[in-house]
Antibody, heavy 121, light 109 residues
Framework: QVQLQESGPGLVKPSQTLSLTCTVS??????????WNWIRQHPGKGLEWIGYIYYSRSTYYNPSLKSRLTISMDTSKNQFSLNLSSVTAADTAVYYC?????????????WGQGTPVTVSS | SYVLTQPPSVSVAPGLTARITCGGNNIGSKSVHWYQQKPGQAPVLVVYDDSDRPSGIPERFSGSNSGNTATLTISRVEAGDEAGYYC????????????FGGGTKLTVL
């Protein structure tokens, strides 16, 4: 059974970099059959897709976050990570990692439980 | 970028049928997926590719998609169905790629 688990600091100061990691079990991030994604949800709001990384380390980012965003992969730990720089209070959200099977159609079939992040001094 | 429009809320009495819509320009030409999210939990896929159900999802959940509207239908609604529901498309023609609807809160009266 595939499981995804987010981890990282729950509190980040404004202007700093938010760093989160998603640890995958039951599947390999080097499997070319999946896109590994980050999604966030602002308090009381809807879902916002952040971006994904593929086993080849190619990435695709939400244009609205692209200038501040880096998604990377650590195959030795079977993890992928999110770095979001120059954060503000608007980046306060619950952050989810999720998997998409690259066989069409593309939908999120497995999600982590989510980790809340607050941006505050 | 592509926009998906959902009603903020839908209310239904137990045992009746709830219909949650997702509007988008020519959405019938796209593959639509639906997620259920209960408070404090991660979203769960309930319908994919317009009308298919993942294993473990009750047959009471069904979907359709035509023209400018996709619809999630929940038959014989139960108290446990009370949740937020989100539609989603993967739009390879858009630089935003993944689009979610704004979500609909289903209230079971």
């Amino acid at each position: 059974q595939v499981q995804l688990q987010e981890s990282g600091p729950g509190l980040v100061k404004p202007s700093q970099t938010l760093s989160l990691t998603c640890t995958v079990s039951g599947a390999s991030v080097t499997n070319g059959g999946y896109y590994w994604n980050w999604i966030r949800q602002h308090p009381g709001k809807g879902l916002e897709w952040i971006g994904y990384i593929y086993y080849s380390r190619s990435t695709y980012y939400n244009p609205s976050l692209k200038s501040r965003l880096t998604i990377s992969m650590d195959t030795s730990k079977n993890q992928f990570s999110l770095n979001l720089s120059s954060v503000t209070a608007a980046d306060t959200a619950v952050y989810y990692c999720a998997r998409v099977d690259t066989s069409l159609p593309y939908y999120f079939d497995c999600w982590g439980q989510g980790t809340p992040v607050t941006v505050s001094s | 970028s592509y926009v998906l429009t959902q009603p903020p809320s839908v209310s239904v009495a137990p045992g009746l049928t709830a219909r949650i819509t997702c509007g988008g320009n020519n959405i019938g030409s796209k593959s639509v997926h639906w997620y259920q999210q209960k408070p404090g939990q991660a979203p769960v896929l309930v319908v994919y590719d317009d009308s298919d159900r993942p294993s473990g999802i009750p047959e009471r959940f069904s979907g359709s998609n035509s023209g400018n509207t996709a619809t999630l239908t929940i038959s014989r609604v139960e108290a446990g169905d009370e949740a937020g529901y989100y539609c989603q498309v993967w739009d390879s023609t858009s630089d935003h790629l993944v689009v979610f609807g704004g979500g609909t809160k289903l209230t079971v009266l």
